[in-house]
């Protein structure tokens, strides 16, 4: 839940993805795990509007993404300095740790997972904290990526956490603890980027498998023609190479590294642009893309829940918006609406709008209120490619509150902050229709067999009534 104070009156800007470049700034940095106690040394590229190492990041209307970077075998960060260039250019955070770097002892797969985790996480929290350089330029949704035993190792991160909104993997190998069973557990939108002439983790025998076991219902696996292991790399990763020789002596020939590169960008950043910034756009964009390419022999792609891509005609009014009072002013809760970026919600009193907060997720805490005075909010979503959408109606300030929800099914959704009340429905002759009491502090209460009509439906306690006049078409 986030913490506003509505003395503030924010202005929401829309945005419709991330048009601007920025130059390219570096910084090392070293986080620190302390329910582990573990040092995680890594690199970061990020916007900024002069390039070279620390310099100040960039500003932002929204705050910038993160996507946290799992090396692969023997293979430093630096390596993959050519994706955190065009990352931080188009807007967003490259963080890449450099822990289980070593040859020997072998690398700890599981913690270099849950170490890429992490550092998404913590930059999260370090923006959250006044003083920090990236105080308020951080978007809170992260994706975690990486390439071969990084890649795997993304598995074994995500597997642990609900927090992911979508993971990339780069030939991801398959572990120690295994990320092909590890996938099993990583019920997120996921991208599995496969070289067809793998021959360090065969594509049949790492990617495959590990794309089958993915339970999510968006997913996608992209094979591109003709491309090696390595050169997901910038070509510096010498013990890659090397370790490619001899399993590869009968493949071949491969595409340029540039030509890999650009194949790569050409799914993974109109992907990113759709989990990341909600831009629904660019998720048909990434379908346009993948036929396309197929057309001109660039990959060969399988695809799970191309629906969820599409944009909906419209970025609908957010369901079941509650206001429900608290010692120190207001909780305001409702459903998410698909596609949405952000909410922005307005407050007013005697008719009057007195501000306006915004939110990322579905519930604000609003304090320094007044919770005795007659005030009333409205709500309305972002959605990156329609814009903002309408409002709701204005509703008051209350412990007790109603609204109607027609998501799944039409039902009456209720909130009290006493856990005690009683809901009942009438029609338009004063006959009672449906009578509920209820001993929680929220829930909903099927109304789809009612009759076409007008009705009226209370929620009442020991101290007061609320009252919702609604129809039925």
Not at 5 to 30: D, K, R
Not at 242 to 270: K, M, N, T, Y
Not at 437 to 461: C, E, H, M, T, W
Request: net charge negative; charged share 15%; with cysteine.
């Amino acid at each position: 839940m986030h913490k506003l104070f509505a003395t503030a009156a924010l202005i929401f800007l829309g945005i419709t993805g991330n048009a601007q470049s920025f130059e390219v700034g570096t910084a090392e940095y070293t986080f620190f795990d302390s329910e582990r106690n573990r040092e995680i040394p890594a690199l970061l590229y990020y916007p900024s509007n002069t390039s070279g190492a620390n310099t100040a990041p960039a500003n932002s209307t929204l705050g910038f993404p993160v996507v946290s970077f799992g090396h692969g075998f023997v293979i430093e960060p630096a390596a993959y300095g050519w994706l955190g260039e065009v990352l931080a250019t188009n807007g967003y955070i490259l963080v890449l740790p450099s822990t289980e770097a070593q040859l020997l002892p072998a690398p700890d797969h599981l913690n270099f997972g849950r170490d890429i985790r992490f550092c998404a996480e913590e930059i999260i929290r370090l923006s959250e904290l006044s003083g920090n350089p990236l105080s308020g330029k951080v978007l809170p949704r992260y994706a975690i990526m990486g390439h071969s035993m990084g890649g795997g190792a993304t598995y074994l991160g995500a597997s642990e956490s609900d927090n992911v909104i979508t993971t990339i993997t780069f030939a991801a190998a398959d572990t120690d603890p295994s990320a092909i069973s590890a996938a099993l557990n990583v019920n997120v939108p996921s991208l599995v980027i496969a070289a067809e002439e793998d021959c360090v983790t065969p594509v049949a025998s790492n990617q495959s498998p590990i794309f089958e076991n993915l339970p999510s219902g968006e997913k996608a696996l992209v094979t591109i023609d003709n491309a090696s292991h390595c050169n997901f790399t910038d070509g510096s990763a010498s013990l890659c190479y090397l370790g490619e020789v001899f399993p590869c002596i009968a493949s071949g020939p491969f595409i340029s590294l540039s030509e890999q590169h650009e194949r790569v960008l050409d799914v993974l950043l109109p992907w990113l642009d759709q989990y990341l910034r909600s831009n629904c756009s660019s998720g048909e964009f990434f379908l346009t893309e993948l036929q396309a390419g197929e057309a001109e022999g660039k990959w060969t792609s399988q695809v799970f829940g191309g629906d969820f891509l599409l944009c909906a005609a419209d970025c609908e009014i957010p369901q079941s918006f509650l206001i429900t009072e608290e010692a120190a002013g207001f909780v305001l809760d409702w459903q998410p609406v698909e596609d949405a970026l952000g909410y922005q919600i307005q407050a007013r009193l005697d008719g009057n709008i007195i501000g306006s907060i915004n939110s990322f997720g579905t519930s604000f805490s609003v304090t320094q209120l007044d919770n005795t005075l007659d005030l009333q909010f409205r709500i309305r979503a972002f959605c990156p490619a329609q814009g903002l959408g309408s409002f709701s109606s204005w509703q008051s300030g209350s412990a007790l509150s109603l609204s109607l929800n027609n998501k799944n099914g039409l039902t009456l959704d209720y909130g009290t902050s006493r856990g005690l009340a009683n809901v009942s429905i009438q029609n338009i002759r004063g006959e009672k229709v449906l009578e509920h009491n209820v001993s929680d502090f929220s829930g909903s209460v099927n109304i789809s067999f009612l009759p076409k009509g007008f009705y009226v439906a209370r929620i009442q306690d020991s101290f007061e009534i609320e009252v919702l006049k609604f129809s039925v078409q």
